[in-house]
Antibody
Framework: QVHLVQSGAEVKKPGASVNVSCKAS????????VHWVRQAPGQGLEWVGI????????DYSQKFQGRVTMTRDTSTSAVYMELSSLRSEDTAVYYC??????????????WGQGTLVTVSS | DIQMTQSPSSLSASVGDRVTITCRAS??????LNWYQQKPGKAPKLLIY???SLQTGVPSSFSGSGSGTDFTLTISSLQPEDFATYYC?????????FGQGTKLEIK
């Protein structure tokens, strides 16, 4: 059984940074790319970026370039998303999601439970 | 970036109804289109990938079709647990854009 377990809710002040973790179990950690998606309160889904847990390579949405960093720790089967220079508009639930083993396409078959990040002075 | 537009934004229907949700891409994305279901306070759940392939464990009442720029998600007979918000997502380009969502409510 695949599980992605994320770290708990965070409250941050504007200008601060937040680091959200996503720990995988039940499958090959390095065998599946992991994406991060966020959802502002009452809003839709927004793609943040992707990390390859095997080599650590990343690709970020242009919207977050320069503010987001994704890393991984293969010893603990965890990936991390750090978002810096936080502003109120970054208040959202952040999800990690695994790319499934689908031939020739990308879709997210397992998701973490979500981490609420609240940015408030 | 590729823009994804869903219609309608919201929809009221009854148990047993047949429902269709449409997703349009701003450029051709072949069949690189996924559908997700999200219930309040929960993570999205994959229903359909590659436009028409049913994810394991998803009821056969769900089906997807389309290619190029126009896609549909159909629920053949609504069940009480199907009332949720549905999102399409393109995986043709690395912006992995989502549609704005369609909220399916009980009439």
């Amino acid at each position: 059984q695949v599980h992605l377990v994320q770290s708990g809710a965070e409250v941050k002040k504007p200008g601060a940074s937040v680091n959200v973790s996503c720990k995988a179990s039940g499958s090959s950690f390095t065998g599946h790319y992991v994406h991060w998606v966020r959802q502002a309160p009452g809003q839709g889904l927004e793609w943040v970026g992707i990390i390859n847990p095997s080599g650590g390579t990343t690709d970020y949405s242009q919207k977050f370039q320069g503010r987001v960093t994704m890393t991984r720790d293969t010893s603990t089967s965890a990936v991390y998303m750090e978002l810096s220079s936080l502003r109120s508009e970054d208040t959202a639930v952040y999800y990690c999601a695994r790319v499934g083993s689908f031939t020739g396409t990308t879709a997210f078959d397992y998701w973490g439970q979500g981490t609420l990040v609240t940015v408030s002075s | 970036d590729i823009q994804m537009t869903q219609s309608p934004s919201s929809l009221s229907a009854s148990v047993g109804d047949r429902v269709t949700i449409t997703c349009r891409a701003s450029q051709s994305i072949s069949i690189f289109l996924n559908w997700y279901q999200q219930k309040p306070g929960k993570a999205p759940k994959l229903l359909i990938y590659a436009a028409s392939s049913l994810q394991t464990g998803v009821p056969s009442s769900f089906s997807g079709s389309g290619s190029g720029t126009d896609f549909t998600l159909t629920i053949s007979s609504l069940q009480p647990e199907d009332f949720a918000t549905y999102y399409c997502q393109q995986s043709y380009s690395t912006s992995y854009t989502f549609g704005q969502g369609t909220k399916l409510e009980i009439k």
